[in-house]
């Protein structure tokens, strides 16, 4: 029996980082590191438990698994505590992938009742970031 895709439970968000980061290394794909745009003074100081636990950094792979933390879309179960798999991740025609963050990420979430998007066997949602 293998508890490889089994829920686990940490003690801190130290350990959850650790886990997170060996199984991103694992995949042996290419991790884009994702650096928060912080508004506001003192945005980018602010504790992630101020940030509604949002981190400014997160590390990201296709085929990387991510859970949704708010409410998108309930009817079509998009809610927070949703799972997902990372499809993609897209910039527009003039952006520098290097440089910048990705216009929209591609993630079949595993709940996901809505419209397929065309060209993939799975449904799909893009998931821009956020501009508040």
């Given at each position: 029996m293998?508890?490889?895709?089994?829920?686990?439970?940490?003690?801190?968000?130290?350990?959850?980082y650790t886990r997170n980061i060996r199984c991103l290394t694992a995949r042996n794909?290419?991790?884009?590191v994702l650096t928060a745009i912080n508004q506001g003074l003192g945005a980018e100081k602010a504790s992630d438990d101020d940030a509604e636990n949002l981190s400014n950094v997160i590390h990201l792979c296709i085929g990387a698994r991510v859970m949704l933390t708010a409410n998108l879309w309930t009817e079509i179960g998009l809610v927070n505590g949703s799972i997902g798999t990372v499809i993609d991740l897209v910039w527009g025609l003039e952006m520098d992938p290097f440089s910048s963050?990705?216009?929209?990420?591609?993630?079949?979430?595993?709940?996901?009742s809505g419209?397929?998007?065309?060209?993939?066997?799975?449904?799909?949602?893009?998931?821009f970031k956020n501009q508040s």
């Open positions: 293998s508890f490889d895709n089994a829920l686990r439970l940490y003690f801190t968000k130290d350990e959850v794909l290419p991790v884009k963050l990705p216009l929209a990420i591609l993630i079949a979430f595993d709940s996901y419209l397929v998007f065309i060209g993939y066997n799975a449904s799909i949602v893009l998931v």
